[in-house]
């Protein structure tokens, strides 16, 4: 078997596999404090048996470039407590000798789209989650792009709406697109969460019109033939097809991607699914590059 584990900030999924990659059983939990998280999933996952290899998906900022001293730890993330905690070192105690590779969970998210989703056998997509916070992940030339960190997305700065004179969410840059369109911001600005406000509420507009110009800066620079947008605040009636208007309306017919692939902002297929399955497809990649047999 291989094992998967998507640690998110409010919950975290843990999962085995078959060696196709594809979600075997699975066990969801609160995520807490970072060791009592840790200790729980890897209780889970040892119980099920031998394991050629574990993926994890996790929020972010973490250290997933391989040749930097960050890597396996998490970063300046706001969730408290678990700034600088070393993941990976927290997995390999109760799970020796088993292959461990990390990767942030909209990277995760994106390659199982690509593999088996909205994205399906595209060489280049992105995949945007919209959340307490957002992110994104992109796969170019199919390949994951990392960078000397990765995609930081949701910090963007985009030009604001000229009738909106919210301050912002993010504590780093207030009016960056996360500070602007993330779930908090929706619930801060409007007094309600994004889920409680009618498909006609003002607040969809203005969340489309900020989508949008963050999805313009991708395509201007990465050029993705999909962008598939996951995440709570997603889940809204006509969601996607309202960011999809604001977004040509903002290209003015200049992008052909745009007119190559319609529809072109699309939810996931994988649905809650797509970051666990994700962290499963990369640890068959690292079974595979670690030399453990599969099958």
């Not at 998280?37 to 099920?48: G, K, N, R, S, V």
């Not at 994988?270 to 595979?288: P, W």
């Amino acid at each position: 078997m291989i094992a998967g584990i998507e640690l998110g900030g409010g919950k975290t999924v843990v999962a085995v596999s078959d060696d196709d990659g594809s979600l075997g059983e699975q066990f969801r939990f609160p995520t807490t404090t970072p060791h009592e998280t840790l200790a729980t999933a890897a209780e889970w996952i040892a119980a099920q048996g031998s394991i050629a290899a574990l993926g994890i998906a996790a929020f972010g900022p973490v250290g997933i470039n391989r040749d930097a001293p960050s890597y396996g730890r998490m970063l300046q993330t706001p969730k408290p407590g678990w700034p600088d905690f070393d993941l990976l070192s927290a997995l390999a105690g109760p799970l020796p000798g088993v292959p461990l590779i990390l990767e942030t969970d909209v990277n995760a998210a994106v390659l199982a789209e690509v593999a088996a989703g909205a994205a399906l056998a595209c060489r280049n997509a992105a995949y945007i989650t919209i959340g307490t916070g957002i992110g994104a992940g992109l796969i170019v030339d199919g390949h994951i792009l990392h960078g000397d960190l990765h995609s930081e997305f949701g910090h963007l700065n985009v030009p604001r709406h000229p009738d909106d004179d919210y301050a912002g969410f993010c504590r780093y840059h207030g009016d960056c697109l996360e500070g602007l369109a993330c779930g908090p911001s929706i619930a801060t600005r409007w007094g309600k969460p994004a889920h409680k406000l009618p498909a006609d509420h003002p607040a969809w507009d203005l969340e489309a019109w900020y989508l949008a110009q963050g999805i313009l800066a991708l395509l201007a620079i990465a050029s993705p033939s999909r962008v598939i947008i996951g995440g709570g605040v997603s889940q809204a009636d006509g969601f996607h097809a309202k960011v999809e208007a604001r977004l040509r309306d903002l290209a003015h017919g200049y992008f052909s991607t745009l007119q190559d692939h319609q529809p072109y902002v699309v939810p996931p297929v994988l649905a809650q699914n797509a970051g666990i399955q994700g962290a499963l497809l990369l640890a068959c990649r690292e079974a595979t590059r670690a030399g453990t047999p599969l099958g």
